[in-house]
């Protein structure tokens, strides 16, 4: 049973960007850790960020720091994962998953609650 939704993926050529959202029709999502994660082709799943329902800075991966961003819309109870400045590497598909915790966490283990996976396609 899906308990968060993941939209917004797309194919778009290198230096685009996409902006991919995470909502839930069954919880609030500004009570839980948000995370997105992504599976690239042949490749293992890798955290992309994350954020926590404190004050804590959110995480992002190496990969993505200074290209991503993530927030939080607690009126629209949406989470986004904002994506400029994007590479071919950055193809994959890409989940939300949420936990129940006031930090949030890198490792995929920790969440609870998963989305389908939206793709992402960067190619000219």
């Known amino acids: 049973q899906v308990q968060v939704v993941e939209s917004g993926g797309d194919q778009v050529q290198p230096g685009g960007s996409l902006r991919l959202a995470c909502s839930s029709s069954r919880f609030t999502l500004a009570n839980y850790a948000i995370g997105w994660f992504r599976r690239a082709p042949g490749k293992e799943s890798e955290a992309v960020s994350c954020?926590?329902?404190?004050?804590?800075?959110?995480y992002y991966s190496d990969s993505v720091k200074g290209r991503f961003s993530i927030s939080k819309n607690n009126a629209q109870d949406t989470v986004y994962l904002q994506m400029n400045g994007l590479k071919p590497e950055d193809t994959g598909v890409y989940y939300c998953?949420?936990?129940?915790?006031?930090?949030?966490?890198?490792?995929?283990?920790?969440?609870?609650?998963w989305g389908q996976g939206t793709q992402v396609t960067v190619s000219s």
């Open positions: 998953a949420a936990f129940p915790s006031r930090y949030c966490s890198e490792h995929a283990g920790n969440y609870d609650y």
């Open positions: 954020i926590s329902t404190s004050d804590a800075a959110p």
